[in-house]
């Protein structure tokens, strides 16, 4: 992916109770332990900002990403959060999936969990080191 390829977007603090979770996002099962180690980090430095895209309907935002830093915002008490805003269309999230690591680690930790409740074995392990993610997928084939 070239520059010019990733979509057109505008960074700015916006109020945490103007966000809402994407309910694909939603659904990713985050431990207390991570999301109070999140949280702590979070406290250092907030990092890269929150991926959003409009929901003028309801005049919201909706997460496109980000999902644990979010909730970790929330439990750390933040009124305003950095957000990346994208004016978002089916082309436009397929990109940011691309050029997010973190996005797609969360689909296929979700294309896991779709695999055991359609009784697939399957099982998704993230170890974290130095920076680096890992993370070692393994499912069960028969015959």
């Known amino acids: 992916m070239t520059v010019d390829e990733i979509p057109e977007r ?7 109770d103007k966000i ?12 207390k332990s991570e999301l ?13 900002p929150i991926r959003v895209s409009p929901a003028p309907a309801c005049e919201l935002y909706m997460l496109m990403s980000d999902e644990k830093r979010f909730r970790a915002a929330l439990t750390l008490g ?5 957000c990346e805003i994208y004016e978002e269309s089916v082309v436009s999230r397929a990109k940011i999936s691309l050029a997010d690591p973190r996005f ?3 689909s ?3 294309l896991v969990d779709t695999s055991r409740r359609a009784g ?4 998704c392990v993230k170890a974290e080191s130095g920076g680096v993610t890992t993370l070692t997928i393994k499912i069960k084939t028969h015959g």
Do not use: H, W
């Open 108 to 110: 296929l930790q979700r």
């Open 10 to 16: 505008e960074i700015r603090q916006l109020p945490i």
């Open 36 to 48: 109070r180690r999140t949280a702590a980090r979070m406290k250092k430095c907030f990092g890269a």
């Open 78 to 82: 933040l009124k305003y959060v950095p």
């Open 120 to 123: 697939i074995e399957a099982a």
């Open 20 to 31: 809402c979770p994407d309910p694909r996002l939603a659904a990713i099962k985050i431990s």
């Open 104 to 106: 797609l680690i969360n």
